[in-house]
């Protein structure tokens, strides 16, 4: 079989398997949502957290108990970074206090952005107690928002929202903990480790020693994926052979991260009543993931006929197609792991990875964020439509007025002005400044690409950057932080106001929103916003690189 | 205000008692269940894919080790030099001069094979511990490494076909030799260091 042949056909069977299970995963995750029952585990965990389930929340409350979660995260994982020398287990695993500050806001907000390697940096508890524990919280975090707007959308003048905590405990013991429990054993089969042992150390056949790691691998693995976070337990990721070890192995990862944001526009369908909606989502993200998919294997593609084959940075067993399909994946999602290094790749090839993010992460997104992007930016299809036929602009009977544009304009210029604003100072701060491996175009590339990794909570990197020190951590920091929380305040805001609504009944004069031209129309509006916003920048880095 | 900032506390309260809850669940009961699975179903796979040789672990099979001398088949070039307690990459472009001249090295270096050098020979890997070439550059290393073992030709390609695994499924990934179960092989056949 050829390399192509072998490499669609993976595309293939990906697109075939999301497809499979997006309906029936999409459907369940509506009723995990919409269910006035809890289980049984969920009063026991309610009792012990002194949470009253009954209570609804409204924008404000719920964004406060959001914020406060986070909080807590955040200080608690600082906490463990900073003091893990002094933990059990630490086996002199060390972090710096800034690198502790970046570590703990990195993966509270969903970014795993990691500025230290997994093997020296992060005792055994740390990743297992500390990440781990965020990767599941902070990807039930954004699906909690998604479920939020759009209990937004459906509620007539409550302007209730539901309740963070259901929500929170929902997302996570009904969702994603069974899908990551299936993917960890998957993993494990596939040859993924899960030990408690310390890492040994061996004599080779020709009298060498090496040292052969352990951990808690597979059930970190599992929901590094699921949850669109993307923290390596090792430096290397999902490049390294104890994270995945082959072509099933790697397919399985891809899978792990699409299922669920791909499965959310179904979700929305169902829970607004109307699946044609989810639909229309559910085709610009899939428009997004495959074009996005088509250029970068192009480039990577073409890199392959010189000498080096495009092989710098990647891996024998996974080869050009399956790194180009896992960089597609991981950068139109908030995810950023990586089984490849994204600034090896050709010009195009990386420039793709780092215009996935500045898209917005919507093709298909982050878990819950993902989705929320998606409907911010049909919000702003439904406005920009509205002003050109002069029609209200509407979404599902919502009225889309002065206070929500501008909640929804408000979420789509911060992580622009993040990105922006930080290469933009960072260019001027030598320490950072010299920081970059690159020269030249690419140099430039290398810095915006960790500003828009940051700012949109990816966490993938052009991993030349020595990114370990104060200046680029705390700044990064600070752009992980805004990038998150910033647009969640403005897409509950925009929820709270949506909820304070009548739901107005359509008519012929409604513009409708889930045809294959509205569709088309969110399309457009994502590429004009990130056109108009980067094309400059891009011209400097990838695109002139390419040229030259 | 004095009800906001009621407000905030009691949240804070809850969310601290929410978050200890969850890190049990999610950071002691799952991970020991997981590793639960992995001891009774999986333990050679959770272990690390062991390699054992005269009764001692000499490594694992998903994991490179350095390989010098012509009496050897050599890994991939290895920004970690296949050191276990580190991984990575190079990060460098391909328009980089120092990835130009990185590759014009390897090139020199592998010319005393004869014959065109294949892309893994040329390049460093993602992880710095790539355990596998490519079946090309293990037929390029073939004759030398015979020559140096006195072995006929036929037989190392033998070898190497045995240590080469297809692609999984028939269509995931790529071809692959695993380089420490070819040169553990090669030991075993010729019986010596």
């Known amino acids: 079989m050829s390399e192509q042949a072998s490499g669609l056909l993976t595309v293939a069977v990906l697109v075939a398997a999301l497809a499979a299970v997006h309906v029936p995963l999409g459907d369940y995750i509506a009723r995990v949502f919409s269910s006035d029952k809890d289980l049984a585990v969920e009063r026991a965990f309610y009792r012990l957290s002194g949470v009253n389930p009954q209570s609804q929340q409204r924008w404000s409350r719920y964004a406060v108990s959001v914020l406060a979660f986070s909080g807590v995260s955040v200080v608690a994982l600082w906490a463990l970074c900073t003091w893990q020398g002094r933990l059990p287990l630490d086996r002199g695993a060390t972090m710096d206090w800034h690198t502790a500050i970046n570590t703990a806001i990195s993966f509270v907000t969903n970014t795993n952005w990691q500025s230290y390697a997994g093997e020296s940096g992060a005792s055994a508890l740390v990743q297992t107690l500390g990440l781990a524990v965020q990767n599941f919280v902070s990807a039930a975090v954004g699906i909690a928002v998604a479920v939020a707007l759009i209990r937004g959308l459906v509620a007539r003048r409550t302007g209730l929202l539901g309740n963070f905590w259901v929500d929170l405990t929902r997302a996570t013991v009904r969702l994603l903990l069974p899908i990551a429990f299936l993917g960890a054993v998957l993993l494990l089969a596939g040859g993924v480790i899960q030990d408690l042992a310390a890492p040994q150390v061996v004599e080779t056949i020709t009298g060498g020693h090496q040292t052969i790691e352990s951990g808690l691998v597979s059930s970190q693995e599992a929901i590094k994926l699921l949850g669109t976070n993307g923290g390596g337990f090792f430096n290397a990721n999902s490049a390294h052979p104890f994270e995945n070890p082959n072509g099933f192995t790697n397919l399985v990862e891809i899978f792990l991260i699409l299922m669920i944001p791909f499965s959310l526009p179904r979700a929305y369908g169902r829970l607004v009543g109307d699946k044609r909606q989810g639909y229309a989502v559910l085709g610009f993200m899939a428009f997004l993931w495959t074009s996005m998919l088509v250029v970068i294997t192009w480039a990577e593609q073409a890199a392959a006929g010189s000498p080096t084959g495009a092989m710098e940075g990647k891996e024998v067993r996974f080869g050009v197609w399956s790194s180009a399909l896992f960089a597609t994946s991981t950068t139109a999602t908030s995810t950023g792991a990586v089984d490849s290094w994204h600034e090896s790749f050709s010009p195009i090839g990386g420039g793709g990875a780092l215009t996935n993010m500045l898209l917005g992460e919507v093709g298909p997104g982050g878990v819950g964020s993902g989705l929320y992007g998606a409907l911010v930016v049909a919000i702003l299809a439904v406005f920009i439509a509205g002003l050109m036929v002069g029609r209200t602009p509407e979404i599902l009977g919502k009225q889309v007025g002065r206070k929500e544009i501008t909640y929804a304009a408000l979420y789509s210029i911060t992580t622009p002005a993040l990105v922006l604003l930080g290469t933009g100072a960072a260019l001027l701060v030598s320490g950072a400044k010299g920081a970059i491996l690159a020269t030249g175009p690419h140099g430039l590339t290398e810095i915006l690409y960790a500003y828009a990794s940051a700012s949109n909570n990816n966490g993938s990197a052009f991993g030349g950057l020595s990114a370990d020190q104060p200046y680029l951590n705390l700044t990064l920091g600070a752009c992980m932080l805004l990038g998150r929380f910033l647009p969640i305040i403005a897409v509950l805001a925009l929820a709270g106001s949506f909820a304070a609504q009548h739901r107005r009944p359509t008519t012929d004069g409604t513009m409708p929103t889930h045809t294959p031209l509205f569709a088309g129309l969110m399309v457009g509006v994502a590429l004009l916003v990130t056109g108009l916003t980067f094309l400059p920048v891009l011209a400097l880095g990838p695109l002139a690189e390419a040229l030259s | ?193």
């Not at chain 2, 190497?160 to 030991?187: C, H, K, M, Q, Y």
């Open chain 2, 1 to 193: 205000m004095a009800t906001s900032s009621l407000t905030v506390g009691r949240q804070t309260l809850a969310a601290l008692r929410v978050f200890l809850v969850l890190t049990v669940l999610l950071g002691v009961l799952y991970p020991a269940a997981v590793w639960g699975v992995g001891r009774v179903a999986f333990h050679d796979q959770a272990t690390g894919s062991l390699i054992r040789h005269d009764g001692r672990v000499i490594g694992s099979s998903l994991i490179g080790q350095r390989f010098t001398g012509p009496q050897w088949f050599h890994g991939r070039p290895s920004a970690t030099d296949y050191s276990g307690d580190a991984s990575g990459g190079s990060n460098l472009a391909a328009s980089d001069e120092r990835q130009r001249a990185a590759v014009s090295a390897r090139r020199n270096a592998l010319s005393r094979f004869g014959g065109t050098p294949p892309p893994d020979a040329l390049t460093m890997s993602a992880s710095g511990l790539d355990p596998d070439i490519s079946p090309a550059y293990a037929r390029l290393q073939a004759r030398t490494v015979a020559a140096t073992r006195g072995l006929p030709v036929g037989t190392v390609q033998r070898l190497i076909d045995a240590a080469t695994t297809g692609r999984a499924a028939g269509f995931l990934g790529e071809p692959r030799v695993d380089v420490l179960r070819l040169n553990l092989s090669l030991l075993r056949h010729t019986g010596e260091k």
